[in-house]
């Protein structure tokens, strides 16, 4: 195919893709502005809630628990990210230099990794940090 | 063993996929078949029925309303009346069937009473009736009710020859019933509306013994 | 046909920002109508299959036997339908996260190879934008969806969409540290992120090198989806419609499309990691031989997207905090003893 | 056996003179009127010596010839013994008041309530009396009282005026008439109570929590019932029920409507049920008439009032796993085909597919037709294989257990207190099942099983109506091989006017313990008609057993409840 074009190339129709997909709703929403009918009214703009009026609204302070639930979450997607760049050098014959216990560098450091990963998970489970709401 | 466990799940659609489609009707073409006891839409036989408005007076929802049909026996009462059912309202208890003292009110199989107006589901006698008297008969149901009437009229006035002094009440009852006699015809309306009716009830029949699956019986 | 590829690989590598300018507006245009016109005919499959899998006929009527323009009708009401923005909602969040879901969708659509046309014993990718990492990519474009179905549920202003909102991010973040994980796995055995190179690198179908990563990333990408027995965030017995409640008319459509899309480029991507993607045997007839990648691909999606509609019929659905367990208590591990095992399997192999 | 004589013989000794009059009907039926001030007394009495530990239900009378009030408490017991006490205790007409048996018997709570907003009695010492049926607008007015003239009907729009309130929704309001004006007579300033909003606002506690409403227009909801959950992230802390949404008002349209047309009426309490509602009606009418049914008729009975539990568990148990599955669930569809099978046998009997109108006084409306016993022999066969993969599929599902289990326990215990009935009851282990403690046709002769649980949980609810499914299939067959030839109806015609009597009369609805007091005044309309369902029950049971769960298992509980809220409206 292509030869080998500059990184920043690539995400050019990535850029036409964002723009075209913002472009077909707006596109759909302007076509129904002009062919569907419009009577609004009061009820019709309330909120549904069971077919009653809701009690106080919903904007409510979540239960905290929850956001230490999302905190747990943002420590293991970096943790996992950091595997991603472990991929190219597994790949890479060149950068594995060394071997430990019979394995090479690059796969005992991720063993490494993955032991401190999941003391983390263990961790979390133990302090009930992952016990929904 | 979870998945194993899970197996019998994953089975349950496959077979249902098998075993061909049970749940939907395709409703207006393929109509459900209804058992012989199926409380439908009321089936009138207007020839013996006596307007006695039991029915009327049993149903729970009082959907049930008596008015004069012009098919009715003349050699019966003359302020004969027959039932007319509004839909709309009738919940098929069936009530009205078992009070009849005649049995001249049944339930059928015919079920779709959909209507484009509201007066559509409202039916009486005339839509109600699946047995009433061809217009022959009924003219000489006609003719034998005005011989009777002539009779009556003719003893009546024997009568009042006889009791010549009591005059007056005699008079009054020869009026009376002459004055019936006349009532008998069918309303105006209805006169109006004769030629049509006449038309309809000799198509009638046909159309039901050529359209058999309407009522989803078949 | 050689010179014309000759004269496309020359100007590519000379202007590759027109080069990929033009590509990129062909590719968008063509992409959004088949990903839409995909993703109709996966809510028709949806429809059809869950009928058959309860006794039922399905949509029988608009469009012959086979009900084929049902969805064309339903859009078509859709269209007509009024549209109504609730008084106490937040309104621009709540106008853009249709579109945020709209383009999420396109930008999975542009890194994703839908199938390889085959010439002169060459296989070449039909996709966009053939990143180098398009696998890590993705398995993250992918999960933008959510981020719309929050913006949905919390500018809602509405309790069942507060909690299908949170329900949902809920759902993502517990699925998506295995899932990442098993596309690690993969990628270690391909040496490759890129996945057209994946796809073409299995000689042995991942579903069988590694099943154990093959199962977990099936029930992350259901979970991705938002379907039964993860459907969590739009419970309809328990929040109505989750986040998608206060949505009606066309801007629920526009949504439910997006849900459609996703499950139709979560099926290629399964495909496509596990499944050997376009590999197949080529079909010696002169014309078909360029497309029978693509016809081999086509056949692998069906299956996976008939897979995904069979669970619905068969299955219940979790209670959420059981799904959060599963991903973090369960899952997490096992796609870290997979990953261990991928490394263990792709050293030997290589 | 404790008979009803032995139960008044030692409440007259325990109490002498509190029992004013007394009648025993027969052993299982005592009617005694109680000295109001004692009847708190003799009630926990009843339930500490003697077993009466089935608080089932009370009724209001209005004798307004009489010019007094009467509060019937209905008692029974858990298997102990098969007496059912009917305890009336008199109040007058102007400002009634009797005292309050809420703090004794928790579930006497909603019964007296719903006696208050319908009659006007007032319970002392009860814990709060607010509407439960009614709106808010209608206390005071008192429509089951017998010299009630109607309210000014809101849906025609006469009067009624809307007028938006601060909170967003619409208020109908009726302004007084001029005249009214005049005379001084301007009806009603507001209620002087919080309504249930209010209510439930004052139990929001900090800011994390919220209200939100399941119902009473809700995936969840079977019917309209409105269902709060106080919640804290997906926790419920507290939940709130209101009924009343499609209140029908059937016990005071049965006083204005014949004996035989208040019959139409029992179909439509809850039409899944509606043929033993018909025999309810029509048992209670045949005991104060003392008709004996023919042996036929009443096999025909046995067998058309199982089916008809058949197919209610069959819908009730689908119905449920469409909540916790959606409604692409296969087995659902499954259930559907068995029930189409069913309802078009009883179908096939009575003409109608869900509202039957099928039993008279003193008989049944039709015979079976030509070779019923052979098609219901096949059709029962396969809906027996059927059901034991419908039991042996939810015992091996994984997610089943997960969701199910341990959700909603019940403790033994816990449930006779608080008065629920049926399948629920049977779940927690109580075998009381009122075809074996109150038998009534040819049950007595007929060989089966009462079905019981372990734990009590969601779980064991929809086993107990599963396994039920496979009784209800052995006592029909039974039946068909017993069926004896004969008449239909009884040879004596039964009179328009039903001799002045009064009678309890309970059947095993598939839901549980169906009970009706009939009064008759021996006109040719009922006097007063109680309906004493086993929904009420139920329904009362659920806030409890709500707090602390999650909202799916809110959803859980709820449906394996199989509650109908049509029938608790009445």
């Not at chain 2, 393929?30 to 307007?51: F, K, N, Q, S, W």
């Not at chain 2, 408005?53 to 003349?74: F, H």
């Not at chain 3, 890194?111 to 002169?120: C, K, Q, R």
């Amino acid at each position: 195919m292509a030869g080998e074009p500059m990184a920043v190339d690539y995400y050019i129709p990535l850029i036409i893709f964002m723009i075209m997909g913002a472009i077909v709703p707006i596109a759909a929403l302007a076509a129904v502005k002009i062919i569907a009918p419009l009577k609004p009214s009061r009820k019709k703009r309330s909120t549904y809630e069971g077919g009653l009026c809701p009690v106080r609204d919903a904007k409510i302070q979540y239960s905290v628990q929850y956001y230490l639930f999302a905190i747990v979450f943002v420590i293991f997607d970096v943790e996992v990210l950091f595997l991603y760049p472990w991929i190219y050098v597994y790949a890479n014959k060149a950068l594995q230099q060394f071997m430990v216990f019979g394995m090479n560098n690059a796969v005992f450091e991720m063993l490494l990794f993955i032991v401190v990963l999941l003391v983390g998970l263990v961790y979390a489970v133990k302090k009930e940090a992952l016990r929904w709401v | 063993m979870l998945k194993r466990k899970m197996l019998k799940n994953w089975g349950w659609p496959l077979r249902i996929a098998s075993r061909g489609t049970e749940v939907t009707r395709l409703y207006p073409e393929v109509m459900m078949e209804l058992p012989a006891a199926e409380r439908g839409i009321h089936e009138l036989d207007a020839t013996t029925c006596i307007g006695c408005a039991s029915c009327a007076r049993i149903c729970p929802n009082s959907c049930i309303e008596m008015v004069t049909y012009k098919y009715g026996s003349p050699l019966k009462n003359k302020k004969m009346q027959y039932p007319q059912i509004d839909y709309g309202r009738c919940m098929f208890c069936g009530l009205c069937v078992d009070e009849c003292p005649a049995e001249c009110l049944k339930m059928g199989k015919k079920v779709t009473m959909a209507g484009w107006e509201r007066e559509d589901i409202v039916r009486g006698p005339d839509k109600l009736a699946v047995k009433k008297f061809t217009a022959k008969e009924a003219a000489e149901l006609a003719a034998e009710a005005k011989r009777i009437a002539a009779e009556k009229a003719a003893a009546a006035a024997a009568k009042k020859k006889a009791a010549a002094k009591e005059g007056a009440p005699a008079e009054g009852a020869a009026k009376k019933v002459a004055k019936e006699g006349a009532e008998n015809k069918p309303p105006k309306k209805a006169v109006a509306k004769e030629g049509e009716n006449k038309e309809a009830n000799a198509q009638e029949p046909k159309k039901e013994d050529a359209k058999p699956t309407e009522g989803g019986a078949s | 046909m050689d010179g014309i590829i000759e004269a496309i690989s020359s100007f590519a590598s000379q202007e590759p920002a027109i080069y990929y300018l033009i590509i990129g507006i062909i590719g968008a245009v063509v992409l959004s109508a088949v990903v839409n016109i995909g993703a109709m005919y996966v809510i028709w499959l949806e429809v059809k299959l869950l009928g058959d899998f309860s006794a039922r006929y399905g949509p029988n009527r608009v469009g012959g036997r086979w009900g084929l323009l049902q969805i064309v009708a339903d859009a078509i009401k859709l269209f007509t339908k009024e549209d109504s923005i609730p008084a106490s909602a937040d309104k621009p969040v709540y106008v853009w996260a249709p579109i945020v879901a709209s383009m999420a969708t396109m930008l999975v659509a542009a890194a994703i190879p839908f199938g390889a046309l085959y010439f002169n014993g060459k296989y070449y990718p039909l996709v966009v934008a053939n990143m180098d990492i398009s696998a890590f990519y993705v398995e993250a474009a992918l999960s933008l969806l959510v981020i719309a179905a929050f913006m949905a549920g919390y500018s809602s202003n509405n309790k069942y969409s507060l909690l299908g909102a949170f329900r949902g991010i809920a759902r993502m973040i517990s699925y998506e540290v295995p899932m990442g994980v098993c596309v690690i796995s993969v990628a270690i055995m391909a040496h490759s992120l890129n996945l057209a190179e994946i796809a073409q690198n299995q000689t042995l179908w991942y579903a069988f090198a590694q099943p154990l990563g093959f199962g977990i990333f099936i029930v992350a990408l259901i979970t991705d989806l938002g379907r039964i027995p993860f459907d969590q965030s739009e419970a309809e017995e328990e929040i109505i419609c989750g986040y998608t409640t206060e949505y009606g008319g066309i801007r629920w459509g526009l949504i439910l499309f997006q849900e459609y899309n996703n499950m139709l480029l979560g099926s290629i991507l399964l495909t496509l990691l596990f499944l050997g993607g376009w590999a197949g045997p080529i079909i010696p007839v002169p014309g078909l031989s360029i497309i029978s990648p693509l016809i081999w691909m086509f056949m692998k999606v069906v299956i996976v997207l008939w897979f995904l509609i069979w669970t619905r019929s068969a299955l219940l659905r979790l209670r959420i905090d059981q799904v959060t367990d599963l991903g973090w208590k369960v899952l997490l591990p096992l796609s870290i003893v997979n990953l261990a095992w991928a490394v263990v399997v792709g050293s030997y192999f290589a | 056996m404790t008979t009803a004589s032995d139960v008044l013989s030692a409440v007259q000794s325990a109490f002498p003179g509190a029992v004013l009059e007394s009648r025993v009907e027969s052993d299982r039926r005592l009617w005694a009127t109680i000295d109001s001030n004692s009847i708190v007394d003799v009630c926990k009495h009843l339930s500490e010596k003697l077993n009466f530990d089935h608080y089932s239900g009370a009724a209001g009378v209005d004798w307004i010839a009489r010019k007094e009030m009467e509060v019937v408490e209905i008692m029974a017991s858990h298997g102990a013994h098969q007496v059912v006490a009917m305890l009336k205790s008199k109040t007058p007409r102007e400002n009634p008041s009797v005292k309050s048996l809420a703090n004794l018997f928790w579930n006497a709570n909603w019964y007296e309530r719903e006696i208050w907003e319908m009659f006007g009695i007032n319970f002392e010492g009860h814990p709060g009396l607010y509407p439960l049926l009614l709106g808010d607008e209608l206390v005071g007015v008192w429509p089951w009282r017998k010299d009630f003239k109607g309210y000014p009907d809101l849906t025609t729009g006469q009067r009624a005026v809307e007028r938006p309130t601060s909170e967003g929704y619409t208020e109908y309001f009726i302004p007084p008439t001029p005249a009214e004006i005049e005379a001084g007579t301007v009806p009603k300033e507001k209620p002087k109570y919080p309504s249930f909003r209010e209510r439930e606002e004052k139990e929001i506690k900090s800011d994390s929590e919220m209200i939100m409403h399941m119902g009473p227009q809700h995936a969840m909801l079977p019917g309209p019932f409105l269902l709060d959950i106080l919640i804290e992230g997906e926790r419920v802390h507290k939940a709130f029920l209101d009924m009343g949404y499609i209140h029908k008002g059937i016990e005071k349209i049965m006083e204005n409507r014949t004996w035989l047309q208040g019959l139409t009426y029992t179909d439509r309490m809850c039409y899944v049920a509606s043929l033993s509602n018909n025999e309810c009606y029509c048992g209670a009418i045949e005991k104060i008439l003392g008709l004996e049914v023919p042996l036929r008729a009443q096999y025909i009975r046995v067998i058309l009032e199982e089916l008809s539990r058949i197919q209610s568990h069959l819908i009730g148990t689908g119905e449920f796993m469409t909540l916790i599955a959606g409604v692409g669930y296969a087995p659902w569809n499954f259930m559907i085909i068995d029930r189409e099978s069913i309802i078009s046998l009883i179908e096939s009997v009575t003409g109608a597919r869900l509202t039957h109108t099928f039993v008279r006084f003193g008989g049944v409306r039709n015979d079976l037709p030509e070779g019923f016993s052979d098609k219901c022999r096949s059709a029962l066969k396969y809906i027996e294989s059927r059901t034991k993969e419908y039991i042996e599929l939810f015992e091996q599902d994984p997610i089943y257990h997960m969701r199910m289990e341990n959700v909603g326990v019940l403790s033994p215990d816990r449930a006779k207190r608080v008065g629920i009935s049926g399948p629920p009851l049977r779940a927690t282990g109580v075998a009381y099942d009122m075809r074996k403690e109150d038998p009534i046709l040819v049950y007595p002769d007929l060989d089966f099983k009462v079905v019981t649980g372990t734990r009590g949980d969601s779980a064991d609810r929809i086993d107990v109506r599963l396994r039920e499914i496979l009784e209800s299939i052995h006592i029909i067959e039974q039946c068909l091989d017993r069926i004896p030839a004969g008449p239909i109806k009884t040879e004596t015609k039964v009179p328009k006017k039903i001799p002045a009597g009064e009678a309890y009369y309970r059947v095993e609805d598939p839901r549980g313990e169906m009970g009706m007091y009939v009064i008759s005044d021996g006109g040719d309309k009922p006097y007063r008609v109680k309906v004493r369902g086993p929904v009420y029950a139920t329904l009362q049971t659920l806030p409890p057993l709500l707090e602390g769960v999650y909202i799916a298992d809110a959803v859980a509980i709820a449906g394996s409840m199989d509650g109908c809220p049509s029938e608790a409206d009445r």
